[in-house]
């Protein structure tokens, strides 16, 4: 059973930063693509960044410059350091798994359960 656990989100002035984590377990294999979304109230859901099986990054045009994905020391962990957070950016943060390995097809099958980031003004 696959499961991914987010931690890290939190409330932060405008200017400032948090670092968002995502823990796989369950995977068959380590080859694969993990990206995170957010959703703010009366918004659709957007991918903001993915890391491909490779550790090539892929960033939303918005937070291009301030975010960056990486991949942990910790197996199966993956990063969202999270600078320069703007109010925009508040929104509930959530962690997907694709086992195809590329952030360039669809397929992010697994979920977690999200964790809020409130960035005040």
């Known amino acids: 059973q696959v499961q991914l656990v987010e931690s890290g989100g939190g409330l932060v002035q405008a200017g400032g930063s948090l670092t968002l984590s995502c823990t796989a377990s369950?995977?068959?294999?380590?080859?694969?693509?993990m990206a995170w979304f957010r959703q703010a109230p009366g918004k659709e859901r957007e991918r903001v960044s993915c890391i491909s099986w490779n550790d090539e990054p892929a960033y939303l045009d918005s937070v291009k410059g301030r975010f960056t994905i990486s991949r942990g020391n910790a197996k199966n962990t993956r990063y969202l350091q999270m600078n320069s957070l703007e109010p925009e950016d508040t929104a509930m943060y959530y962690c997907a798994v694709s086992e195809y390995g590329s952030c360039y097809i669809s397929g992010f099958r697994y979920w977690g359960q999200g964790t809020q980031v409130t960035v005040s003004s």
């Open positions: 369950g995977l068959t294999s380590d080859d694969y693509a």
